[in-house]
């Protein structure tokens, strides 16, 4: 299977998976700085839902949702705390 495009900009990935792990660590999460990626597993175990290395198919929207909103709610939070300390620091 070909792999898909992010869409992101050349050279973000780092900075994205950096983010995504000071986010996921600010939660309380043990994030590994070596594969920050890695979190999701733990989001999911804490959750209940049985994600595993490789193949997840049999993961329902529902799992799946669950694991994605977790990390996703973490980043937004991040970034509209990022963005009032920028704003209150300007005026």
């Known amino acids: 299977m070909a792999r898909r495009k992010s869409g992101r900009a050349p050279g973000t990935e780092h900075a994205l998976q950096h983010f995504k792990a000071e986010a996921m660590r600010q939660e309380g999460y ?3 700085p070596a594969h920050p990626d890695n979190v999701k597993y733990e989001v999911a175990e804490s959750l209940g839902v049985p994600l595993k290395h490789g193949d997840n198919g049999d993961l329902t929207a529902e799992q799946a ?4 909103g977790a990390i996703g709610g973490s980043m937004v939070r991040e ?13």
Do not use: H, N, T, W
Not at 65 to 68: A, F, H, N, V, W
Not at 79 to 91: C, D, N, P, T, V
């Open 30 to 32: 043990k994030v590994d």
């Open 65 to 68: 949702g669950k694991i994605g």
């Open 79 to 91: 970034m509209i705390r990022q963005a009032q300390e920028k704003l209150s620091g300007r005026q």
